[in-house]
Every structure is written in C-alpha cells, then in structure tokens.
C-alpha cells in the first residue's frame, strides 16, 4: 500500500505530470526541464527527487550532465501498469501538447552554456 500511495502522491502535481510527459519523449537534464516548464531550478530539482523517489524516473550522470528518463518500472507493477497507461493519457491536452511541439527547440547546449 505505502509505494501505491507515494506513486500517486507523486503525480498529483500536475508540474510533475508534465515533467513525466515530457521525459516519455526524450531524456532530459534539469536545465531542459526548466526551461521547458519555466520552473525555477530549487523547483525543478525538488519535483523530480519526488518522481524519482516514487521509481517514475530514473537518471544517469554523463560527464557535465544529470539526464533523467523514465523507469523501466521493472521494480514497481504499480510503477510499470502507470507509466503504460500514461503514454497514451494527456497526449493530446493542450498544455502536453504544447510543451511536446517545443521540445525540439529546446537544447541544452545553448541553455547551460556547456
């Protein structure tokens, strides 16, 4: 019961929902996020420690970068039946919509300057 919870705990922002959104599309490092959101950086970071705590994402330091994906949900059937569904729910909502026809221009390079 306790990991159901902190699942749904975990999307019932709807920052952390986009952020997820977001993630099934491309792996991202948190500067990418923040701009795709327009969140602050403490906020961003904050947001994604809850997803990442809950097993929804994952990340993997590459060099200068924190790139965070979505879990397998190998660990968590809560996790894996939640992200399946997901791929498909709020594909066409406004807000998803937008913030997924902006992720091509959104780069990391000329945002972190690294």
């Known amino acids: ?4 919870v ?8 709807s920052n952390r929902v ?7 599309h491309r792996v991202m490092c948190v500067c ?10 403490s906020t961003v ?3 994604l ?8 994402i994952t990340f993997l330091k ?8 979505i879990a397998d949900g190998s660990a968590n ?6 992200l399946g569904n997901l791929r498909y729910w709020l594909e066409n909502d406004a807000d998803v919509a937008a913030l997924v026809a902006r992720l091509p221009e959104i780069n990391r390079e000329s945002i972190c300057g690294n």
């Open 62 to 69: 590459e060099g200068p970068w924190v790139n965070y994906r």
């Open 45 to 47: 970071s904050k947001h």
């Open 6 to 13: 902190k699942i749904m705990k975990a999307l019932s922002d």
């Open 49 to 56: 420690k809850i997803l990442e705590e809950a097993g929804l």
């Open 32 to 41: 990418e996020i923040q701009e795709s959101l327009g969140l602050a950086q």
């Open 77 to 82: 059937p809560y996790v894996a039946n939640l």
């Open 1 to 4: 019961m306790r990991d159901f």
């Open 18 to 24: 986009k952020m997820v959104k977001i993630l099934q």
